[in-house]
């Protein structure tokens, strides 16, 4: 059976593929990684597709206290140049452990951060999915939920989101540059997506027209030689993460002045643990500071019938990645 048939266009500027973008049923794609996956699914299927893959951002490029990567930059690229790996290396060991070596050296960092949050319910078009089809129920709720959310899920959608760039872009802080109809504005990574609530079919704050153009990473050169990015999952390569930990700590004088945590896998979105991070201030990084913040991390977690187990490997693996960071820099 052939798919729908679809309008293609290639934006000539920003500009155009704001206009184009903005069109009803249009959709922007570059490496087409996890569009064209999702298409062959069956689950998306745009009116209209407009090809962004030959506008200029795709420039990776660093100054005191700032990296600026943009939107088109291929994963790959980002994660060999010299700047990300000296100064950024929890954005580097993110991205090593996204999906494979192809996959990696088509996906762009806009279409990373873009990934639709979804598990097996949303990918097949034949069982029941708010997110996809809305009003048709979460099959999850009640059906195969082992890979599915602890934490601010709803009874719409239990799904989570499945980028590990944007896990370790939460830890940093980082922001994107978009523009859209209005002109060009900046978000926190963490404030673009949205948890599913009533609208899970709404994955992020964008409106229609708006494209990323940029990541922003700013003074984040102290936390280079204590950041760690792990990443449990089933099966060794091209596979979604079941628990992931962003650790990153700033320790002065033997103890920690700083320390960001973000964790994927449990959420519909990157979970800040901001909790944890408090907990850890002030203390010296040991055993009992790193378990004391991965009680914290676990707290309020909601369990389904199938991924309790995710509660203790999420507080596991909060202890594993602060040993990793914690000792000798």
């Not at 089809?133 to 602890?150: D, I």
């Not at 700590?249 to 990157?270: Q, T, Y």
């Amino acid at each position: 059976m052939s798919a729908p048939a679809f309008d293609y266009a290639r934006a000539a500027s920003l500009s155009d593929a704001v206009i184009q973008g903005g069109r009803p049923g249009s959709a922007f794609v570059a490496g087409g990684t996890d569009l064209l996956q999702l298409w062959k699914a069956g689950v998306q299927a745009p009116e209209r597709v407009v090809d962004i893959g030959r506008l200029p951002l795709a420039e990776v490029t660093s100054s005191p206290g700032r990296l600026s990567i943009g939107a088109l930059a291929r994963l790959s690229d980002v994660a060999r140049h010299p700047d990300v790996i000296g100064r950024h290396p929890l954005v580097a060991q993110a991205i090593a452990a996204s999906a494979s070596g192809q996959v990696r050296n088509m996906a762009t960092v806009g279409g990373a951060l873009m990934q639709r949050t979804r598990c097996a319910y949303f990918r097949d078009e034949h069982l029941p999915c708010n997110k996809r089809a809305p009003g048709s129920g979460c099959g999850a709720l009640a059906g195969e939920n082992r890979g599915h959310a602890l934490f601010g899920g709803s009874e719409a959608c239990v799904a989570t989101h499945p980028s590990d760039l944007a896990v370790a872009l939460t830890a940093l802080g980082a922001e994107i540059d978009i523009l859209g109809t209005d002109g060009v504005r900046r978000l926190a990574v963490a404030d673009l997506y949205r948890l599913p609530g009533i609208t899970p079919e709404r994955d992020t704050n964008l409106v229609a027209g708006d494209l990323i153009t940029a990541v922003e990473i700013s003074d984040a050169g102290r936390f280079a030689p204590r950041s760690t990015y792990l990443k449990i999952r089933d099966r060794a390569s091209f596979e979604f993460a079941v628990v992931s930990v962003a650790a990153a700590l700033r320790v002065e004088g033997g103890v920690i002045a700083e320390a960001r945590l973000a964790v994927g896998g449990v959420a519909p979105l990157p979970w800040r643990l901001a909790n944890s991070e408090a907990a850890l201030v002030g203390r010296r990084p040991d055993a009992e500071a790193f378990a004391a913040a991965a009680a914290f991390a676990v707290e309020g977690a909601r369990p389904l019938a199938h991924n309790g187990f995710k509660v203790e490997l999420l507080r596991r693996a909060v202890v594993r990645a602060l040993q990793t960071v914690g000792g000798p820099a």
